[in-house]
């Protein structure tokens, strides 16, 4: 068992930046790879980026690659989401999540565990 806790969301003008923390617990992290997805409001969930246990490859949804970073410090068992250049339709329920095993991957039904979300919202 283990637990997926989110923080560093809020309010942002259209433009700024901001970092979200995932800080795991228990028996997630070590080889698991983890990424993030959100949820717009009436929306279904979207994949927004993954990074892989071992090599740390990443990849990203198009809607933010170039302006989002995911990263992870396997010492903290922690993974971040670096968001610049941050857009209203950024407006989204941040979720992180872990998947069993070391690939990373796109879909939302890989991952096995997932954080509670935080709220982002990007005013114009």
């Known amino acids: 068992q283990g637990q997926l806790v989110e923080s560093g969301g809020g309010l942002v003008q259209a433009g700024g930046s901001l970092r979200l923390s995932c800080a795991a617990s228990g028996r997630i992290f070590s080889s698991y790879a983890m990424g993030w997805f959100r949820q717009a409001p009436g929306k279904e969930r979207d994949f927004v980026a993954a990074v892989s246990w071992g090599s740390g490859s990443t990849s990203y949804a198009d809607s933010v690659k170039d302006r989002f970073t995911i990263s992870r410090d396997n010492a903290k068992n922690t993974v971040y989401l670096q968001m610049n250049s941050l857009k209203p339709e950024d407006t989204a329920i941040y979720y992180c999540?872990?998947?069993?095993?070391?690939?990373?991957?796109?879909?939302?039904?890989?991952?096995?565990?997932w954080g509670q979300g935080t709220q982002v919202t990007v005013s114009s």
């Open positions: 999540a872990a998947k069993v095993g070391t690939s990373k991957s796109r879909q939302e039904a890989r991952y096995d565990y």
